[in-house]
């Protein structure tokens, strides 16, 4: 697919499990996407970006050809796929694990019960490549859906299938034993793709951008009234991602203390800080973070 916009192609899931948190991703670095109901490719109205939306089976091959310079795919995607395309960033999201589920009065020792047995997967490249990299010698048996249905239908003894919550193989009296693969959504790349310097460069400012977004998500920004005699004992506390910033504050004798912290630490150090000295502690949100 070729085009003379000038445009850097991106493609992304048309419809299935990361499509909604890709364009989320996309709309928090200000990229304005239009509505795309049954549209193949979209440009983005105030960047130099097209998306294309495809299977996510296709993206790995689509950016590997340079059909598109760019994707969003699940890792699983690209292990199955065998595709040879750069992985640039992982995501955050679609989080979820590749693994052997077995009927629920079954009990696995160790690998080597695996021996002999039948597995049914979507997944018979990844799997194939887990046996043997185990030394196992196990049938796998590829089926394109439905696959938590193969044990009760006598097609195979156990699975291997994507799980998440798992309550998909409860249904069926399953449970989750080997994990085979961890997998999220990450940002790929065509390996030829820095011979275009001038998308090359507009790689580089949307990288920059989701860099930003991602940095932002994980963070927030810290904000604290405090006693110049406790300044000190506050400042330990603070597992800032660069030094605070103090400033004065109308009563001489208090300070402000403003600190960008990883999200997850502010319950771990909130109490602390209020024993050190620290009073009107307030916590934020913050859109981006350009390091």
């Not at 549209?39 to 598109?68: C, H, M, T």
Request: charged share 25%; glycine share 4%.
């Amino acid at each position: 697919m070729q085009n003379g916009n000038g445009n850097i192609k991106l493609a992304v899931q048309k419809d299935g499990r990361l499509t909604e948190n890709s364009l989320q991703l996309l709309r928090n670095c200000n990229l304005d996407i239009e509505k795309f109901s049954d549209k193949l490719v979209v440009s983005v109205r105030n960047f130099k970006l097209d998306l294309l939306f495809l299977r996510d089976d296709d993206i790995p091959e689509y950016v590997q050809d340079g059909v598109a310079e760019l994707g969003i795919v699940g890792e699983d995607v690209i292990k199955e796929t065998k595709s040879d395309v750069k992985i640039v960033k992982k995501l955050g999201f679609g989080k979820c694990n590749l693994r052997i589920a077995i009927p629920e009065n079954i009990e696995l020792k160790n690998l080597s019960s695996l021996n002999h047995k039948r597995i049914a997967t979507s997944f018979p490249n990844i799997l194939t490549d887990y046996l043997l990299q185990n030394k196992i010698d196990a049938k796998v048996v590829h089926i394109s859906g439905s696959v938590e249905a193969a044990p009760s239908l006598g097609i195979a003894d156990y699975i291997c299938d994507l799980v998440s919550t798992g309550n998909t193989l409860k249904l069926n009296k399953l449970k989750a034993s080997i994990n085979v693969l961890e997998s999220e959504a990450v940002l790929i790349k065509n390996k030829g793709l820095q011979q275009n310097s001038s998308k090359f460069n507009i790689y580089l400012n949307l990288l920059s951008r989701i860099e930003s977004v991602l940095n932002a998500k994980n963070s927030k920004y810290l904000m604290m009234n405090v006693d110049k005699d406790s300044l000190m004992e506050v400042l330990k506390l603070i597992p800032s991602l660069k030094s605070p910033t103090v400033l004065p504050l109308a009563n001489e004798n208090m300070l402000a203390v403003h600190a960008v912290i990883p999200a997850e630490k502010f319950w771990e150090i909130v109490d602390d800080l209020k024993s050190a000295g620290a009073s009107g502690i307030l916590l934020l949100p913050i859109e981006n973070i350009v390091l």
